[in-house]
T-cell receptor, first 115, second 111 residues
């Protein structure tokens, strides 16, 4: 079956512009996670959705970052007024439910480059 | 979440077994031990997880110490495709739990 998909695969933008990154989770998965991975670094948690609500936004680095999920499916991560330090690979993952023990299925990521 | 410690890198030859260690001395009684791996230019993928007993699946085996303060991921016959960064992660027993990734172990496989 189809896995987690993300778009675009690559995004180059200028400093100060807004960007939107999209995640299509596996159908039926209620939990959705956003992470980012900077060059040579481990993955950093950003936000978690259960259905359309986000009980944990603790990883969002600043108020320039926001995310929403609609219909319990597609999620969009928005970065306003991008900065060079926002350059990273943004990864989305979904799992059947948020409980422990359930594996997370990751998408291929969106590579964001801020010039 | 409790912290894990892994070697930065390990090397193996193709078709040989690989034992990837992980120390987690501050693990709590209800923490699950998860392993993920990340191949170059890809998102992480789940490998295996366990709580107390050793676990086997088609990808690997997980050996958990009796005191649960350490575990070992075992790849029975390494292939070139197994070259990746392997992450050992403790996941709390809660209503939901995110994954806290450390630096992991970079596994190099030589033909």
């Amino acid at each position: 079956g189809a896995g987690v998909s993300q778009s675009p695969s690559n995004k180059v933008t200028e400093k100060g512009k807004d960007v939107e990154l999209r995640c299509d989770p596996i159908s039926g998965h209620t939990a959705l996670y956003w992470y980012r991975q900077s060059l040579g670094q481990g993955l950093e948690f950003l936000i978690y959705f259960q259905g359309n609500s986000a009980p944990d936004k603790s990883g969002l680095p600043s108020d320039r970052f926001s995310a929403e999920r609609t219909g319990g499916s597609v999620s969009t991560l928005t970065i306003q007024r991008t900065q060079q330090e926002d350059s990273a690979v943004y990864l989305c993952a979904s799992s059947p439910k948020g409980q422990y023990g359930n594996e997370q299925f990751f998408g291929p990521g969106t590579r964001l480059t801020v010039l | 979440d409790a912290k894990t410690t892994q070697p930065n890198s390990m090397e193996s030859n193709e078709e040989e077994p690989v034992h990837l260690p992980c120390n987690h001395s501050t693990i709590s009684g209800t923490d699950y031990i998860h392993w993920y791996r990340q191949l170059p230019s890809q998102g992480p993928e789940y490998v295996i997880h366990g709580l107390t007993s050793n676990v086997n699946n088609r990808m690997a085996s997980l050996a958990i110490a009796e005191d649960r303060k350490s575990s070992t991921l075992i790849l029975h016959r390494a292939t070139l495709r197994d070259a990746a960064v392997y992450y050992c992660i403790l996941r709390a027993n809660s209503g939901y739990s995110t994954l806290t990734f450390g630096k992991g172990t970079m596994l190099l496989v030589s033909p």
